[in-house]
């Protein structure tokens, strides 16, 4: 989605919207998001009187906890957004269609629905590749120094979501997390703040934490955005 001063808009931000359009009809409603969401998924859905969902990335994982949680809608930062009134699939004609019915119910544009969203500084997803099997021993290792680098944050893992292959901390002004994927050799990171002082902070500590790791590979055609990592 680009709004109309031409800026890019990640698809949180689009899950963000649509959970906004939604709870304005029906509020009290659940909303499913996957865990590599920014915390302003989660804001706009308690503002405005829902209840979030936060569960394990991967389209087949979010449909079905989708239809366990009888939630109204649901959607991940890949792009995968599901409609209940359109029998929990996930169409991009049909997003893109209450996409516009929604700007034009409002009359406002997509940046100014935008502005009235919470403030966050947020890397995109990055991928980096690791050395085939292997990836389960280094997310192991991750974990354990992240928890303990950080005791008092709110810790999704395996022990908050059955079966999570992340670790995601959240913070009162943003989040880090660490992904292995289910299906490929490579880890998805991400992080934000509020601000760009805190933001450039977890930048350097993502950025160390995975240097530490002698099997993660910086280079090759697995890698996505690392810049954002410089």
């Known amino acids: 989605i680009v709004d109309e001063k031409g800026e890019v808009m990640w698809n949180d931000i689009l899950v963000a919207i649509f959970s ?10 659940k909303v499913v998001y996957n865990n590599l969401c920014s915390q302003v998924v989660e804001e706009v859905i308690k503002k405005n009187g829902g209840k979030p969902v936060m569960w394990l990335t991967g389209h087949s994982h979010i449909k079905s906890k989708m239809a366990e949680e009888e939630a109204i809608f649901a959607g991940e930062l890949s792009g995968h957004i599901f409609f209940r009134d359109f029998y929990g699939y996930d169409d991009g004609c049909y997003a893109a269609l209450k996409l516009l019915e929604y ?28 050395t085939v099997g292997k990836k389960k021993e280094i997310f192991k290792s991750i974990e354990e120094k ?19 292959d992340s670790i995601r901390l959240d913070f009162d002004d943003g989040m880090m997390i660490f992904r292995y994927s289910q299906n490929g050799p490579y880890f998805t990171i991400r ?22 790791q002698p099997e993660i590979k910086w280079d090759g055609s697995l890698g996505v955005n690392l810049e954002y990592l410089d």
Request: proline share 5%.
């Open 191 to 212: 992080f934000e703040a509020k601000d760009e002082e805190t933001y450039e902070k977890r930048k350097k500590y993502t950025r160390e934490v995975l240097r530490s």
């Open 146 to 164: 992240v928890k303990s680098d950080f005791a008092d944050a709110q810790i999704s893992d395996a022990s908050t979501i059955p079966g999570n």
């Open 103 to 130: 700007l034009s119910t409002k009359k406002e544009t997509l940046s100014q629905i935008r502005e009235d969203f919470p403030k966050f500084i947020s890397s995109p997803e990055i991928k980096l590749a690791c």
């Open 20 to 29: 906004q359009m939604y709870l304005e009809k029906e509020p009290g409603s």
